[in-house]
Nanobody, 119 residues
Framework: QVQLVESGGGLVQAGGSLRLSCAAS????????MGWYRQAPGKQRELVATITNLGSTNYVDSVKGRFTISRDNAKNTMYLQMNSLKPEDTAVYYCNAVTSSWSGYHDYWGQGTQVTVSS
């Protein structure tokens, strides 16, 4: 089992920055990949960025060059630095962890944190 707690959301003006954090606890050693997803009102949840336990990263095209995903393994925390924010970035942002164990792969989710970007 893995528990994920996000923090760092809020209200920011367009062009501003926010940093989201996701603190993981539980079976940390079983985590293979972590990521950030977001869901805007009336839309499906979409992938924003992922990072593997080897540090390999992947981003959705709409955030490339503006967002940076990172992990601090010593603190069991993942971050999403969001710069040059746009109103279309407004959404609830969710932390995700994929674990691997003898029983297979499992998905874990945080409770979500609201990011609102005003124009």
């Amino acid at each position: 089992q893995v528990q994920l707690v996000e923090s760092g959301g809020g209200l920011v003006q367009a062009g501003g920055s926010l940093r989201l954090s996701c603190a993981a606890s539980g079976s940390i050693s079983s985590i293979k990949t972590m990521g950030w997803y977001r869901q805007a009102p009336g839309k499906q949840r979409e992938l924003v960025a992922t990072i593997t336990n080897l540090g390999s990263t992947n981003y959705v095209d709409s955030v490339k060059g503006r967002f940076t995903i990172s992990r601090d393994n010593a603190k069991n925390t993942m971050y999403l630095q969001m710069n040059s924010l746009k109103p279309e970035d407004t959404a609830v942002y969710y932390c995700n962890a994929v674990t691997s164990s003898w029983s297979g792969y499992h998905d874990y989710w945080g409770q979500g944190t609201q990011v609102t970007v005003s124009s």
